[in-house]
């Protein structure tokens, strides 16, 4: 004897007979196939998104992100002197229209400040020095940046690694909300200035740029 269902299931087993006879259609398996990728890979952008860190200036606001995967003791790092407090009334020291801006090492008089131990070069991790990206600043050795950055103004692709020295400038994030404060920043007229230990330098803003804070966005 044939069991009868409730008129509800047997409309749920109508539903359920038309969606698999559905899927057998080639094309509606491609679709959803795609869907369901599309949906993973959102997913897992979102998974991956890095931390972020507001920094207020006396000419505007931005936002980075920073990627810790690949850039992990870079980001670690930096995320080191942001919630120490370290950047808070730093200046941006050297400005250079059409290539980047520069700080977080020196006060508003030129004073250098004193950093903890430097850390080791990720210029390979396949991160370009594009426009509006952050990435260290160092001296001629590639494994000698401490707090120091800069945000590229154009797409710098003698700084990617491997360069004409051999080494490139580590990036580990880019700027994702106030480009127009860093367009702001970049066109002030820059001038030689004093610095105590440090003598003259050049491309130091003709008004101080100042980084009121720097945190980590929650």
């Known amino acids: 004897m044939q069991a009868k269902y409730p008129p509800v299931f047997e409309q749920y087993n109508h539903i359920y007979s038309i969606f698999v006879r559905f899927l057998r259609i080639p094309t509606m398996r491609k679709i959803i196939a795609s869907l369901f990728?599309?949906?993973?890979?959102?997913?897992?952008?979102?998974?991956?998104?890095?931390?972020?860190?507001?920094?207020?200036?006396?000419?505007?606001?931005?936002?980075?992100?920073?990627?810790?995967?690949?850039?992990?003791?870079?980001?670690?790092?930096?995320?080191?002197?942001?919630?120490?407090?370290?950047?808070?009334?730093?200046?941006?020291?050297?400005?250079?229209?059409?290539?980047?801006?520069?700080?977080?090492?020196?006060?508003?008089?030129?004073?250098?400040?004193?950093?903890?131990?430097?850390?080791?070069?990720?210029?390979?991790?396949?991160?370009?020095n594009q426009t509006y990206t952050i990435a260290m600043a160092r001296t001629s050795d590639p494994?000698?940046?401490?707090?120091?950055?800069?945000?590229?103004v154009k797409d710098n692709e003698g700084l990617n690694y491997p360069n004409a020295m051999g080494n490139g400038y580590t990036v580990f994030g880019k700027v994702i909300s106030g480009t127009q404060t860093i367009d702001a920043i970049r066109k002030i007229p820059t001038m030689i200035a004093?610095?105590?230990?440090?003598?003259?330098?050049?491309?130091v803003p003709s008004k101080t740029v100042t980084i009121e804070s720097a945190t980590v966005l929650k």
Do not use: C, W
């Open 194 to 203: 004093s610095a105590p230990k440090m003598g003259r330098m050049s491309d």
């Open 37 to 128: 990728m599309v949906t993973s890979l959102i997913a897992s952008a979102a998974s991956f998104a890095g931390p972020k860190v507001e920094f207020k200036t006396n000419m505007g606001n931005f936002v980075v992100e920073l990627d810790s995967v690949k850039a992990p003791k870079t980001t670690a790092n930096f995320l080191n002197y942001v919630n120490s407090g370290f950047y808070n009334g730093t200046i941006f020291h050297r400005v250079i229209d059409g290539f980047m801006i520069q700080g977080g090492g020196f006060t508003s008089d030129l004073t250098q400040k004193p950093t903890n131990a430097p850390v080791v070069s990720e210029a390979q991790n396949g991160l370009k």
């Open 143 to 152: 494994d000698s940046a401490t707090a120091q950055f800069f945000i590229n």
